[in-house]
């Protein structure tokens, strides 16, 4: 027998039953985001290589190691896009959308990182993200935060936990960058492999370490918010202010510093303790400079995304999800095909969900309509009636005349 093909590892079929919570998800995302004014973009999953170098940042863990790249028949080296802000700023750019322009942008779909894949962190993920341009001041962060906070109150996600901090302007970074090098120098027997490369790449990433034996050290580093610019200041306090007067609770973290390097001033993550160790379910920020940095016209803008797969896993653990499933299962007798046909056709003309059993016992017809999930089985065994059977409730069975059927469950279930 020849070997089984199975999937790439880190990419995800996604079966039908876990559909419903993905359909769910992105539906309530979708009106939520329509509800704040923002619009569908739709993005090529391939963009240059370079687009990403010079976004997310050479020194990143993205762009160091996680990145799928190849080259093309052409010679041209592609990347498939580990996310999509890159690509939103590049066609916002190329299409001139930008340039004095406000917008509120949002695209869905799947994202690639060569991570070691664990429960929460796959190679092939989804992200639904938003971005929104043009709109320099901390009244847009805090909507952008509104939103995600009904989107989670829309899912019944409860326990979802808001940590935001601010990274100044690049200047401030620069400057603090080099007390926390001087700082983290002086520990540099305490810092690990992994830490003490980052310390001449990109040592605000430090602060991120998890590794336990560095903790004392990173808690005693100094903080970016100390030695903020009075803007930035203004920016974050007047942040926290709007975010007060709209009952949104956040703690404010100054170790938060993201993996990417194109942000500045406001950044955020929606946080759980149900996943593991992959505890980020929405994270995003500002990035004013990267528009330009792009060769676009300098243009003020923040955004977020969500991680899906997590999102769905927690809608799995805690909310219910409408069922799509078939509503009436028909089993006739093969003699019967016709009208089952014909009975199925008329549920759907009323918006019932039916599906049809063709061929087999009635024995085993019985045991999938239990298993389909529908609430009534139909059975079929003559052309003028049939049996109704209740399979979740306590109405039990009864025989119904064909022509009355329809009337019969339209009446219980309901019609669309
Ligand atoms: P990010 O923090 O890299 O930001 O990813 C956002 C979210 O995507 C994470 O919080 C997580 O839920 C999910 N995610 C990331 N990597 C994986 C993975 N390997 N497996 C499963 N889920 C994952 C960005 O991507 C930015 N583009 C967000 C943004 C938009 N900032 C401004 N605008």
Known sequence: MSKIIQAVRGMNDLLPEVAPYWRHLET?????????GYREL???LLERTELFARS????????EKEMYTFEDRNGDSLTLRPEGTAGAVRAGIEHGRLHNQVQRWWYGGPMFRHERPQKGRYRQFHQIGAEAFGMPGPDVDAEMILLTARLWRRLGLTRLRLEINTLGTPETRAAYRERLVAYLRGHIERLDPDSRRRLETNPLRVLDSKAPGMQDVIAGAPSLLDHLDPESRAHFDTLRSLLDAAGVEYRVNPRLVRGLDYYTRTVFEWLTDRLGAQSAVCAGGRYDQLVAMLGGAPTPAIGFAIGLERAVELLAQSAQVPDDGPQIYLAPTAAQTATALS???????????????????LKSQLKRADRSGARYALLIEAPTQAVVKDLRGDEGQRTVPTEAVVAHLVERLGSA
Not at 28 to 36: F, H, K, S, T
Not at 344 to 360: I, Q, S, T, V, Y
């Open 28 to 36: 309530v995302a979708r009106e939520v985001l329509g509800a704040y």
């Open 42 to 44: 739709r993005l090529p």
């Open 56 to 63: 997310i940042g050479a020194h990143t863990d993205i762009v």
């Open 343 to 361: 009975l199925a056709e008329a549920l759907r003309d009323r918006g019932l969900r039916a599906e049809c059993h063709f061929g087999g016992s």
